[in-house]
């Protein structure tokens, strides 16, 4: 049987691929769960498909299926292809991440549809303080990250920091939700308090019109 290893930095860089991929990964499987019907951006499928074919190069260099590379250039082949292989699971993590935090700010603007402001006040009273302006400050981060989403500028830790505030946008987006019933009960008894007291006012106008022809008439006859 054959085999091969790799040395201490290929696995290191393997293992940075991994964790890469592990962490886009679980944005996607998010994706699909909160709106089924979405498709992976047709960008980030590219810088996949490149991901893969340059580590599909080093292997074919271990496994010795790929011919015309010098043994002595075979170390640096393998290097280059799989720097080449993070930066493009790199970018197509920051267009999966763009894709999340576009609709994840879409969906919480279509549960909040419809509620007036003092409605949202009283059932989710951190919505204004403190939910609508993370989000703001969010979406100016990401404008940030299409400007610069290259891996020399914007680095590891920087994507790091976009995945926490996409969790971030995630909770924000659990907690509407669970504040939905909420929502739905108070605006329900606004709107009848409303009613109710257009109504009232109608029957007391009613009565006035009533009083004023009456008090006229009286007038009138003395």
């Known amino acids: 049987m054959f085999m091969f290893s ?39 499928l590219t810088e996949f498909r490149d991901a893969l074919d340059h580590i599909m190069r080093v292997l074919s260099v271990k496994l010795d299926v790929r011919a015309g590379i010098p043994d002595k250039k075979k170390e640096e082949y393998i290097t280059k292809n799989l720097s080449k292989a993070y930066d493009h699971l790199f970018r197509a993590g920051y267009d999966v991440l763009d894709m999340c935090s576009l609709i994840i700010r879409s969906k919480i603007a279509g549960e909040l549809e419809g509620y007036e402001v003092e409605v949202i006040n009283t059932a989710l009273p951190e919505y204004y303080p403190i939910i609508k302006p993370g989000i703001e400050e969010i979406t100016e981060e990401f404008v940030k990250a299409r400007k610069g989403k290259d891996v020399g500028i914007s680095g ?42 257009l109504i009232i006012v109608a029957i007391l106008g009613i009565i006035g019109g009533v009083a004023v022809a009456y008090l006229a008439n009286l007038f009138i006859k003395s």
């Open 6 to 44: 790799f040395s201490e930095e290929e696995l290191k860089e393997f293992k940075k691929l991994t964790e890469l991929y592990l962490a886009i990964k679980e944005k996607v499987i998010y994706l699909e769960e909160i709106d089924p019907d979405l498709k992976t951006p047709a960008q980030a």
């Open 156 to 197: 590891l830790e920087n994507f790091d920091l976009y995945l926490e505030q996409i969790d971030k946008l995630k909770g924000y987006y659990k907690k509407i939700l669970k504040a939905q019933p909420s929502l739905i009960e108070i605006s329900k008894k606004t709107k009848e308090t409303k009613w109710k007291n």
